[in-house]
């Protein structure tokens, strides 16, 4: 066991991996200590009798900000989503109606009545705001009407964040929108000024699941980097020394001195570490971060189980239909290899801010309610070949109004607390990019303070 590290990491998750892995390409020896017994942190792929089926993230949508040159750098095969995957469905009155996407597909949509639709033409035109921190709902009724907000950006953002929308903060959760009506005033203006300069994003995922991601930056680490089933015991800061941490593994107390500590941990797990006093008082504000539980079912049927053609990404549910899922996503429409040859995978997820309750019930309760929702929408009958059932007691941290309050604490304490950085999915931005790229700028730091 290495005990002389530059760099402690708590949390093996994407965030503290991908910090690891850079502070390591940039001369530096990170020592990562992980609470459970394997790394991942959500990404949770489950292979079995030749279904990969996804318990945490489903898939990554990747642009041009150097995330995809830091995977392939490790040999990480990069898998391309099925052009299908530009076809995404929404439940309207019952059924899965197809999403428009394009003009003509816009204006003739049963999703939006013809008020409606008139509404988001006069978007140009719609007032401004003077409240800085609105909420999404708030932000697309004023621009776009209140049906778009019902039929469209609700289910949306059930879907990414299995959050509310009325709660959700447009600034912190949807910056490009908030930039989009700042400097353009009109989202359409924006839109047609970007044009083709707007970042292209492809959708992937992974020969062998989104596990791929986490193995690849493991087996990067090597086993003396990277330290599982660690139980944290003290953490002390001298700015002298620096960071010394104390953990229990394997039976035995471990203990290392490192200049830098980097906080890859999930903020409603900071309560249970054992911070200095000062740093503890400092991130209260933060212990009570929203974070709904979700449940991540995926259940496998033959094709002939299945009426519907699954001809897309997967299909989403806006409350107003009181559906008992927030989505069902078809991942074996969506990527090779995730379902085997007559098979189809169907991913669901319950729970999320709307329905907190519906996760509580035990598996066998669960996986019910999927069955019958996935009969009803897609005419998926008799019994799954293939069951695999994720739950999140807290899932996703939601960008709420306020959060950017939150965010500062991390910048001042960054700043009292020489050495220290922050880095995970409740910084800049949930998705999967936005934290490898966070983990990456976080690592940047520290080589340019280090060296
Ligand atoms: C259900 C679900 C679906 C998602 N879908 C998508 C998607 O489709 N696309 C996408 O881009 N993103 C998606 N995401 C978001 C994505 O998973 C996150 O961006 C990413 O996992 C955040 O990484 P992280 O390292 O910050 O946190 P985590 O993945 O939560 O990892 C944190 C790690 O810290 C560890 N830890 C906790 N406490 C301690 C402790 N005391 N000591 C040491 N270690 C500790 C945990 O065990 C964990 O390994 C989804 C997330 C969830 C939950």
Not at 125 to 152: M, Q, Y
Not at 246 to 272: H, I, K, Y
Not at 344 to 357: A, N
Not at 359 to 373: H, L, M, S, Y
């Amino acid at each position: 066991m290495m005990q002389k590290p530059d760099v402690l990491v708590l949390g093996a998750g994407p965030a503290g991996l991908a910090a690891a892995v850079a502070l390591l390409q940039g001369g530096l020896e990170p020592l990562v200590l992980e609470s459970a017994v394997r790394a991942g942190g959500s990404v949770a792929t489950h292979r079995e009798n030749g279904f990969i089926a996804e318990g945490g993230p489903n898939s990554l949508l990747l642009e041009n900000d150097g995330t995809e040159d830091f995977l392939r750098q490790l040999g990480i095969v990069i898998l391309e989503a099925n052009p299908v995957a530009k076809k995404r469905f929404l439940v309207c009155r019952g059924r899965p109606v197809a999403a428009p996407s394009g003009p003509i597909g816009a204006i003739t949509t049963p999703l939006l009545g013809f008020l409606e639709k008139l509404r988001v033409l006069g978007e140009p035109f719609a007032r401004t705001s003077t409240d800085p921190d609105e909420s999404v709902a708030a932000f697309a009724r004023r621009r776009l009407g209140a049906g778009v907000v019902t039929r469209l950006v609700d289910p949306m953002i059930a879907g990414v964040y299995a959050g509310d929308a009325e709660k959700l903060s447009v600034r912190q959760a949807l910056p490009r929108l908030y930039e989009m009506e700042q400097r353009y005033g009109s989202l359409l203006f924006a839109g047609l000024s970007k044009g083709r300069a707007a970042p292209r994003r492809r959708m992937v995922n992974f020969p062998g699941g989104m596990a791929d991601i986490p193995d690849g930056m493991a087996r990067f680490l090597d086993a003396t980097r990277l330290q599982t089933s660690a139980a944290v015991r003290t953490i002390e800061h001298n700015p002298g020394s620096g960071w010394t941490v104390t953990w229990d593994a394997a039976g035995e107390r471990r203990c290392a001195t490192a200049r830098f500590l980097v906080l890859a941990v999930p903020p409603w797990n900071w309560s249970a570490l054992p911070l200095p006093v000062a740093l503890g008082d400092h991130l209260r504000p933060w212990h009570d971060v929203s974070a709904p539980p979700v449940s991540v079912i995926s259940l496998g049927f033959t094709r002939e189980q299945v009426a519907h053609p699954l001809d897309g990404f997967g299909v989403l549910a806006p409350a107003i239909e009181h559906r008992n899922v927030l989505g069902v996503l078809f991942p074996s429409s969506l990527f090779q290899g995730r379902a085997p040859d007559g098979h189809v995978l169907l991913t669901s997820f319950v729970g999320g801010c709307r329905q907190p309750e519906l996760t509580r019930g035990d598996a066998g309760t669960q996986i019910g309610i999927v069955r019958k929702e996935l009969e009803t929408l897609l005419g998926a009958r008799g019994e799954p070949v293939f069951t695999s059932i994720r739950h999140w007691p807290r899932a996703i941290p939601q960008y709420n109004i306020g959060y950017g309050n939150l965010r500062a604490l991390l910048d001042s304490a960054e700043a009292n607390f020489s050495g220290l950085h922050f880095c995970g999915g409740y910084r800049n931005g949930i998705a999967l990019p936005k934290t490898i790229r966070n983990a990456l700028d976080c690592a940047e730091k520290i080589l340019a303070t280090a060296h």
